[in-house]
């Protein structure tokens, strides 16, 4: 079986709360998952907070939600221009989506 491909998409604080877990959960059980966060909207805010050294690698942040906040990523955090093109662009590419 291929592995799972999953984006966890994060528009909210506390979606992105929910993503945490859920990565972490997924992860446990599938260790061959690929996970990406994918945070916009409200979220970033939050996402440019987080320490938690298992998560930033999962984080995928909105460009355009960081300039609309005024907000810089946190250092080696992956920026996408634009969520909602990213998210459609991964679809298209055989990648599992569900909303936290």
């Known amino acids: 079986m291929a592995a799972i491909k999953l984006l966890i998409h994060a528009p909210t604080p506390e979606a992105l709360m929910r993503a ?5 959960n997924l992860l446990k059980l599938e260790a ?8 916009n909207g409200a979220a970033v805010g939050a996402a440019i907070g987080i320490i ?3 998560i930033l690698p999962l ?6 939600s960081l300039q609309g906040q005024q907000l810089d990523p946190p250092a080696g955090v992956r920026v996408v ?10 679809q298209a590419l055989g990648w599992l989506y569900i909303r936290a």
Do not use: K, M, P
Request: include cysteine; charge should be negative; glycine fraction near 0%.
């Open 81 to 90: 221009a634009a969520a909602v093109q990213y998210l459609a662009q991964q």
């Open 32 to 39: 061959s998952a690929v996970v990406e966060i994918v945070v």
């Open 59 to 64: 984080l995928v942040l909105c460009r355009n």
């Open 20 to 24: 945490q877990n859920n990565a972490r």
């Open 52 to 54: 938690d050294e298992s």
